[in-house]
């Protein structure tokens, strides 16, 4: 379960951020992860419940996970499709080789904080 | 879109009181990991080694691997060896006996190794004879195929392996391994009569998630496939060096 070490690392930064801008208490974490992030969002989710209940500062926030699409390149004729998952193949010229780019970022977008 | 400030939370919940603020941070959770990566890889450099990151679930041969690679490129390329294992130091003692530089990492229930284990590993290693003066590094990861695959380490050269009695459906189903790796190698071709191994169908699967994936398939016991394997490795440490 890889999703609980980003949950840590995740749980630092608003650490850090709370310290930061001298908040007490996250309302909200935008996180985006990205199709070919090899993330399971349940697990995400499951990992986040677990340690925002752990601390003060984090006992009430919410998780929203947004999932931003990554672009297929077509190997053949350069065709790109924006897609959410893998395309099975390209729409202009039906190769099936198509290069997958983006899309595998794990990202804290922002935080509601107070 | 929040109408109120622009923000792009989804939600409306969030109230606009004084007090509560949105920050935008726009940083990835893997930020701490892959600074520590970029400055692995630095060493590396520094020190002329190249670095290969091996990918596999447990029991896929990366340690017979390594251990007839070793044989067969003695007195040609020196090696270091990195061992990741949730607990134990049986794969370093493999490797140990085969008289090259190794140490452990146990991650102690952790699925994977990160890049601060590998910065910890690589200082280990220099005060290990011979540890200073390495051409390639071997990391054997963890053996799992979904964990390690998210975590960059530094490597030069990730390697994903799979072995024929796990079938042909692992490009398909761990498709983040496959994606991220320059080579994908096809262990234990011996057993192909007797396993339902359609070499063809994975090779297949892989190259649709990664057109550039080179793969290869080899066999540490009947040595099949080997010399493409040492090409490999020959060509990679002599474009790092050259
Ligand atoms: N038949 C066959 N067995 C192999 C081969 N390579 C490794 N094995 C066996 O597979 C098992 C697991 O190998 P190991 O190298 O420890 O896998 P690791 O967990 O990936 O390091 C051992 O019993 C090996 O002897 C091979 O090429 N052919
Ligand atoms: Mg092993
Ligand atoms: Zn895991
Ligand atoms: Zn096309």
Redesign the pocket.
């Known amino acids: 379960m890889h999703e609980m070490s980003l949950v840590q690392a995740l749980f630092t930064q608003l650490a850090s951020l709370a310290a930061d801008h001298d908040k007490h208490r996250v309302l909200t974490v935008t996180v985006a992860i990205g199709p070919l992030s090899g993330v399971v969002v349940d697990s995400f989710q499951f990992g986040f419940d677990i340690l925002a209940a752990e601390h003060s500062l984090t006992k009430e926030a919410k998780l929203i996970i947004i999932n931003p699409p990554a672009t297929f390149q077509c190997l053949q004729c350069g065709h790109n499709q924006i897609a959410a998952v893998r395309p099975d193949s390209c729409p202009q010229c039906h190769e099936t080789l198509l290069i997958a780019e983006g899309g595998d970022a794990i990202i804290l977008n922002q935080v509601e904080m107070e | 879109m929040c109408d109120s400030c622009g923000c792009d939370l989804t939600t409306n919940h969030h109230s606009h009181k004084t007090t509560a603020q949105v920050i935008d941070v726009h940083q990835s959770l893997l930020a701490a990991n892959d600074a520590i990566a970029a400055g692995n890889k630095a060493h590396f450099e520094a020190l002329g080694i190249v670095a290969i990151n091996m990918i596999?679930s447990?029991?896929?041969?990366?340690?017979?691997l390594l251990e007839k690679t070793i044989e067969r490129l003695q007195g040609q390329i020196k090696i270091g060896v990195i061992e990741g294992d949730i607990e134990t130091d049986r794969?370093a003692q493999r490797i140990r006996a085969k008289g090259v530089p190794v140490v452990q990492m146990t991650t102690g229930g952790a699925c994977h190794l990160d890049a601060a284990q590998i910065h910890k590993g690589l200082h280990l290693l220099e005060q290990e004879p011979g540890g200073d003066q390495l051409d390639l590094l071997f990391i054997?990861n963890v053996?799992n195929l979904v964990c390690p695959a998210t975590f960059d380490l530094g490597e030069h050269q990730r390697v994903v392996l799979v072995s024929v009695p796990e079938g042909p459906d692992k490009p398909a189903k761990y498709p983040k391994a496959f994606i991220s790796s320059q080579l994908f190698v096809i262990?234990?071709t011996?057993?192909l009569p007797y396993f339902d191994f359609p070499v063809a169908e994975a090779t297949a699967d892989a190259l649709h998630l990664n057109p550039r994936l080179q793969i290869m398939a080899l066999?540490?016991?009947s040595g099949e496939g080997f010399e493409a394997w040492l090409d490999y490795l020959r060509d990679i440490t002599k474009n790092q060096q050259g």
């Open positions: 596999s447990p029991g896929s041969g990366k340690t017979t794969d054997e053996g262990t234990k011996d057993l066999s540490a016991v």
